[in-house]
């Protein structure tokens, strides 16, 4: 039987499966910390949390709700976990970025993941915290390269994992333009066994894969190229911990293969949704104004384009079926059920002798 089990940093992971983050507020501490409980990588997403937090009442409010909800968050998840590993998932692009890898490492996470834009200046936010693992997202060898040179030569430290996510497959933003989502040189065997190359000279860095990975037989398949993990989150959508509300994960359940989509989102990313009314409507969220000046760059705030990102996310979470923005990876429409994460962490291990 094969071995499972991953090392990142100082972290031993029974299942060498991590939860990816899902925002806004789809992965919470509820999620997170039952997948880090059942021996996987909990992780809590860190953008815009304030939105739906009781410390949002007005847009000013927005920057310190944010991190007093990030704050209560990685603490509930440890109370659920105990001794599992707790991520946080930290986007570069969110104008808040720095807070929430700050208030992440202050209350005790185990690791940031961090992607939607280069994290250099990740090793430096996470200074006197030397047993928090950094784990950059990529999309190609190149980005994973200028990532380990740059960390190397500012901070001397490298990347404890590096995420690779495919952008024909994963949910939410994606990493590649929109023309260039099926090209085949994101395919898993053009990537995975170079980046496990380029990474080698600078020491051991498990690869992770995100993006379609489904069952234990996915795990399989990638892990036989070099992968030393994945990353899934559409899956652990239709979880009785997920914590969006139970309309988003039915909208998955009822979702086909034909209701998946590529939004324009105004972060200047494609992303992938379920089709549902927001999308075929035009994206109404247009009308309001800037609700809480969460990105860096918008082209909603600072164009008047596209639509507000943080209000449909925050509609999605809440089961505003109308005017919510249901973010989704291709492998949502094989949702058929809610499961509890302990079974489903059982199924995925199937097969596996999970070191203990
Ligand atoms: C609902 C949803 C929200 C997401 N939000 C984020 C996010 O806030 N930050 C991020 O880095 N990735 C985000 N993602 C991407 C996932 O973390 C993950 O890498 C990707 O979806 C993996 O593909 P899979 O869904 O096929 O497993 C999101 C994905 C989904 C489905």
């Not at 040179?149 to 590649?176: F, T, V």
């Not at 898993?188 to 990474?199: F, S, T």
Request: charged share 20%; aromatic share 6%; hydrophobic share 40%.
């Amino acid at each position: 039987m094969e071995s499972l089990g991953l090392t990142i940093g100082k972290k031993k992971i029974r299942i060498p499966i991590i939860q990816g983050g899902m925002g806004i507020g789809v992965s919470r501490s509820g999620l997170a910390g039952a997948v880090a409980k059942n021996g996987g990588v909990g992780v809590i997403a860190s953008v815009a949390l304030g939105l739906i937090s009781p410390y949002f009442k007005k847009k000013s409010d927005y920057y310190e709700a944010n991190k007093l909800a990030l704050r209560d968050e990685v603490r509930k998840a440890r109370e659920i976990a105990g001794y599992g590993v707790i991520g946080v998932n930290c986007m570069v692009a969110i104008a808040d970025y720095e807070d929430m890898v700050r208030v992440s490492v202050e209350n005790g996470a185990d690791m940031i993941i961090s992607g939607a834009g280069l994290p250099t200046s990740l090793p430096a936010l996470t200074k006197g915290y030397p047993d928090v693992a950094l784990v950059p997202i990529v999309s190609s060898v190149k980005a994973a390269q200028v990532i380990i040179k740059k960390w190397e030569r500012s901070h001397s430290r490298i990347p404890d994992a590096i995420i690779y996510e495919h952008p024909k497959y994963a949910g939410g933003h994606l990493g590649a333009s929109h023309d260039e989502l099926e090209h085949p040189k994101y395919d898993y065997p053009a990537v995975i066994p170079g980046l496990v190359e380029a990474v080698r000279p600078f020491g051991n860095i498990p690869i992770i894969a995100a993006g379609g990975i489904w069952d234990a037989e996915d795990i399989r398949e990638v892990m036989a190229l070099g992968a030393s993990g994945v990353q899934m989150a559409s899956r652990f959508v239709c979880t009785y911990e997920c914590d969006a509300d139970i309309k988003f994960k039915e909208i998955y359940i009822s979702a086909g293969d034909e209701d998946l989509a590529i939004v324009h989102s105004p972060v200047g990313l494609p992303g992938r949704a379920i089709n549902t009314a927001f999308m075929k409507s035009g994206k109404k969220a247009k009308g309001k104004g800037c609700m809480a000046n969460c990105l860096k760059v918008c082209a909603k705030r600072d164009m008047g384009e596209d639509f507000c990102i943080a209000l449909a996310l925050k509609n999605a979470v809440t089961g505003d079926i109308k005017n919510g923005l249901f973010f989704a990876g291709t492998n949502a429409p094989k949702s058929s059920k809610l499961v509890s994460v302990a079974e489903l962490m059982e199924e995925l291990s199937e097969g596996f002798a999970p070191i203990t």
